[in-house]
Antibody, heavy 121, light 111 residues
Framework: QVQLQESGPGLVKPSQTLSLTCTVSGGSISSGYYYWSWIRQHPGKGLEWVGS???????YYNPSLQSRLTISADTSKNQFSLRLSSVSAADTAVYYC?????????????WGQGTLVTVSS | QTVVTQEPSLTVSPGGTVTLTCASSTGAVTSGYYPNWFQQKPGQAPRALFYSTNNKHVWTPARFSGSLLGGKATLTLSGVQPEDEADYFC???????????FGGGTKLTVL
């Protein structure tokens, strides 16, 4: 059973960089088979795909965030991370880390519990 | 700007049947969009219900079904239970830079 846990600061100042880490247990991020992703949800709103990476295949970012976004992996810790620069209040959201399922087209099968990040001075 | 559209809200009586739809601004939704459906209850992370139109997960209730109808992806709940009250999000695959897009979600009220 794969489990994901987000961690990071709950408060970030405007113009600074938001950094979150997802710690994975029950599966290896370097298995090379699955997409690992970040999803965010603005307060009271819908879901937004932030970006994904495939260990042996590179990263895919939401075009609206691409210029500010980096998703990377630390295989020694079985973690992957999100860095979003130059944040504003519009980046205030609950951020979830996820993993796709085994079958093609099975998106975001596993979810972390989510972590609220507030951008405010 | 591609948009995925869902009904903002629906209300259904206990024991009733309700169909939620998911449309794409690019045209008819086909199996090639690999429609996914998610359920989210207050204070919880979303939970995957269906992938690739009508493939259930082990925890998906048997009274839920997914399909394509009239150029849209649909999620039908039959014999609705009070615990089905939740937000439901669809997701479509577009490939390319915009890998996937979520719909705005449907708030389902069981009343």
């Amino acid at each position: 059973q794969v489990q994901l846990q987000e961690s990071g600061p709950g408060l970030v100042k405007p113009s600074q960089t938001l950094s979150l880490t997802c710690t994975v247990s029950g599966g290896s991020i370097s298995s090379g088979y699955y997409y690992w992703s970040w999803i965010r949800q603005h307060p009271g709103k819908g879901l937004e795909w932030v970006g994904s990476f495939y260990y042996s295949g590179g990263s895919y970012y939401n075009p609206s965030l691409q210029s500010r976004l980096t998703i990377s992996a630390d295989t020694s810790k079985n973690q992957f991370s999100l860095r979003l620069s130059s944040v504003s209040a519009a980046d205030t959201a609950v951020y979830y880390c996820t993993r796709d399922g085994f079958d093609y087209g099975d998106y975001f099968y596993y979810w972390g519990q989510g972590t609220l990040v507030t951008v405010s001075s | 700007q591609t948009v995925v559209t869902q009904e903002p809200s629906l209300t259904v009586s206990p024991g009733g049947t309700v169909t939620l739809t998911c449309a794409s601004s690019t045209g008819a939704v086909t199996s090639g969009y690999y429609p996914n459906w998610f359920q989210q209850k207050p204070g919880q992370a979303p939970r995957a219900l269906f992938y690739s139109t009508n493939n259930k997960h082990v925890w998906t209730p048997a009274r839920f079904s997914g399909s394509l109808l009239g150029g849209k992806a649909t999620l039908t709940l039959s014999g609705v239970q009070p615990e089905d009250e939740a937000d439901y999000f669809c997701l479509l695959y577009y490939g390319g830079a915009q890998r996937v897009l979520f719909g705005g979600g449907t708030k389902l009220t069981v009343l």
